[in-house]
């Protein structure tokens, strides 16, 4: 029997026997916060266990219910990676050439070849050009072509979550991810000329945006609206409304309008703004078996990645650690025992198939009680995704034993002090500010924390809370009593 199944059935045969040992009620903190919030005890699920295989439950309530975890899955998604690939797997995104280059030129096209980076931000695609030019290519004589292959995506539209389609966080995966195919708008206020200018990052090539809008004295508020943009136009971007004055000077970061040409305008605006010159265009192709490796940018480790993905709940870079562990071969998955080996990545991402590499690594891992997760994204931008806090607990409890499990539990918010929980634990008296490491998660109908705190008695405990209800956004104080009542344990 695998190592991590031995140890896996023992916590669970604790958590059996401790089952009756758990508090059964609410405590008087969380059920008054339901009440205050008009939610009945039914919508909300939670359990508290020692992280230690032998810990006895403190509490229990629906721990066996299914129920949507929204962002909390995404700690299925890492633990998952931090497991099969290891802390410090890395993406590369590789630079082509299928001609000679001499003389600051190349003589041929430039392949650029997606490898599912979840971060190629603007800095590090120009450092990346950077280096390009000081190897002698500053002229492509052809065209920069875009190399998407590495994942196999079906057709979207960023609005078909939730209709937000300029919202960032609907960005959709991509092998050749630039910038979350993000535009970046900056208003500085310019009383003197009656305006606020406008500055945009990366250089677009082909959109063009207005450099001023009207100031007014009306109070900050609504900035956003009162600007009236207009992005029906792939090619420009207009307001039609004013800048409040009072405002200062605010950032404003939009997903484009056409995602589908993100890549194509960002990267020839930047090509040309590094001081690189094109004879050709920019379009998505494949890179042809015999062109020439010109250079190689490495990712931020995964570390670096997943503390991005948890701590700021980013959607789009959790999908793309999700679609990587996809190109993973299943064999592989299943014939490798504790301790594992960083597996390397051999086939086309899709989502099907990181569902069916992440079920097995689930099956290898924990076995099939408690209840597997049914996953989608995995990155829990879905209505589909669903997991048990039961299963939640056994991964939590798992990873605290892992040899690289500080890596995951640091890349979680603490309460009150970073991260998506910073705002949590503010009171005085608080005992988990400082004290709680957590994935929060929050959609329509849906609000939840996962993670460990510290209790004043000495012992780390897993702490996993849900609401599912219509009105599950009013039950947040619940859900921040639990993380309270759980760091106050005394006994």
């Not at 600051?104 to 695609?125: F, H, M, Q, T």
């Not at 050709?280 to 062109?291: K, N, Y």
């Not at 993973?328 to 080996?341: E, F, K, M, N």
């Amino acid at each position: 029997m695998r190592r991590s199944l031995r140890w896996l059935a023992g916590g669970l045969l604790t958590l059996a026997a401790g089952a009756a040992a758990a508090q059964s009620s609410l405590p008087p903190g969380v059920a008054g916060a339901l009440q205050r919030a008009g939610l009945p005890a039914s919508a909300f699920s939670a359990l508290v266990v020692p992280v230690a295989p032998d810990g006895v439950e403190r509490l229990r309530h629906r721990a066996e219910v299914p129920v949507n975890p929204a962002s909390v899955m995404k700690l299925v998604t890492t633990y998952a990676a931090i497991d099969l690939l290891g802390p410090d797997f890395t993406w590369q995104t590789r630079f082509y050439g299928d001609g000679p280059a001499s003389g600051g030129a190349l003589r041929g096209n430039l392949y650029i070849r997606g490898g599912g980076d979840p971060k190629l931000v603007l800095e590090r695609l120009q450092e990346a050009f950077a280096t390009l030019h000081n190897k002698g290519v500053q002229v492509v004589m052809g065209d920069i072509v875009l190399d998407h292959s590495a994942f196999e995506l079906p057709a979207t539209h960023p609005g078909d979550f939730d209709g937000e389609s300029l919202r960032p966080y609907n960005a959709s995966p991509d092998a050749l991810l630039v910038n979350f195919k993000s535009v970046i708008l900056t208003f500085e206020p310019d009383t003197a000329a009656g305006v606020a200018r406008v500055r945009s990052e990366p250089p677009m090539a082909g959109l063009a945006i207005d450099a001023t809008v009207p100031l007014s004295k009306a109070g900050c508020g609504d900035w956003r609206g009162a600007l009236q943009a207009r992005f029906d136009d792939a090619n420009t971007v207009r307001f039609e409304g004013r800048y409040p004055q009072s405002c200062g000077e605010k950032v404003w970061p939009v997903a484009y309008q056409d995602p589908a040409s993100y890549a194509a305008r960002a990267i020839e605006g930047l090509w040309r703004a590094s001081g690189g010159a094109l004879t050709g265009s920019v379009r998505s192709g494949l890179t042809p078996p015999a062109a020439t490796l010109l250079h190689e940018a490495q990712s931020l480790p995964l570390s670096d990645i997943i503390t991005d993905v948890n701590q700021w709940s980013n959607n789009v870079m959790a999908q793309q650690v999700f679609l990587t562990l996809g190109r993973l071969s299943p064999a592989r998955v299943d014939a490798v025992t504790a301790p594992r080996g960083p597996l390397i990545p051999v086939r086309t991402g899709r989502f099907e198939r990181s569902r069916e590499v992440v079920a097995r690594w689930w099956k290898t891992t924990f076995g099939i009680r408690p209840t597997p997760p049914v996953l989608d994204n995995g990155a829990g931008l879905s209505r589909d995704e669903r997991i048990t806090p039961e299963a939640l607990v056994g991964l939590l409890r798992h990873a605290a034993q892992h040899a690289n499990g500080d890596r995951f539990v640091q890349s979680l918010s603490v309460a009150g002090v970073s991260g998506t929980a910073a705002r949590m634990a503010r009171g005085p008296d608080s005992a988990a500010r400082g004290n709680a490491w957590l994935k929060t998660g929050t959609l329509r109908d849906v609000v939840g924390i996962a993670g460990y705190v510290n209790a004043v008695n000495g012992t780390r405990y897993a702490v996993v809370g849900f609401i599912n209800h219509p009105n599950a956004g009013a039950g947040r104080p619940a859900l921040e009593a639990l993380v309270e009542w759980s760091a106050g344990l005394k006994d």
